[in-house]
Every structure is written in C-alpha cells, then in structure tokens.
Nanobody, 121 residues
C-alpha cells in the first residue's frame, strides 16, 4: 500500500507565494518520477511540473520562471515552490508519483488527494 500526503495549499493574493509538499510512504521499491498536476473548475487536469530520475525538471509554459519543483529522495517528498501567483493559477493541485512498489512490479501512477490553491484579491 502506498500513501501520498499533500500539504501547503491555501488562499493568497496575486503576487504572493505558496509551497506545496507531497510525501510518499508505504511499500516503495523505487520512485521513477514525481510531479504536480492541477485542475481548475470546468477544465481538464493539466501538468504543472514533473521531475524524474536522470532528467531535469519539466514545466508547463504557463508556470516557467515562477514555479520550481524539487525533491528530497531521502524523504520521498516532492515540493512545488510557487512564486508570483496569478488568479489563473487557482485550482486543485494533485501530487503524482510514478513508482514501483516491488522490484518485480512495473511502475504505477499514484495520486494525492488534492490541495486547493486560490489566488484572489
């Protein structure tokens, strides 16, 4: 069993910052990739940023230069530092972790419960 626990969402004004975190725990053999997606009301879920073993971070064009993804391998935790937030960043943010729970099981995607980020004056 794998659990993902997210934290860090909230209500902020435009231009302010937030930091999201997502910790994975449970049966984990190897984490291949970690990332963040978001879903605004009435819209499809979209990629925000990902980071994987052997590759650098990947960002959506809309957040490049404002958001930074990082990971702490020792803690199986991924972070999303969000600066210069805009009202259009308002969404539920979901953590995604692609991992292998056992050595003989292929990678599988796990999702967090989601955390609300609201940017409004």
């Amino acid at each position: 069993q794998v659990q993902l626990v997210e934290s860090g969402g909230g209500l902020v004004q435009p231009g302010e910052s937030l930091r999201l975190s997502c910790a994975a725990s449970g049966r984990i053999f190897r984490i291949n990739a970690m990332g963040w997606y978001r879903q605004a009301p009435g819209k499809q879920r979209e990629l925000v940023a990902t980071i994987s073993i052997g590759n650098g971070p990947n960002y959506a064009d809309s957040v490049k230069g404002r958001f930074t993804i990082s990971r702490d391998n020792a803690k199986n935790t991924v972070y999303l530092q969000m600066n210069s937030l805009k009202p259009e960043d308002t969404a539920v943010y979901f953590c995604n972790v692609r991992l292998r729970p056992l050595s003989d099981i292929p990678p599988f995607d796990y999702w967090g419960q989601g955390t609300q980020v609201t940017v409004s004056s």
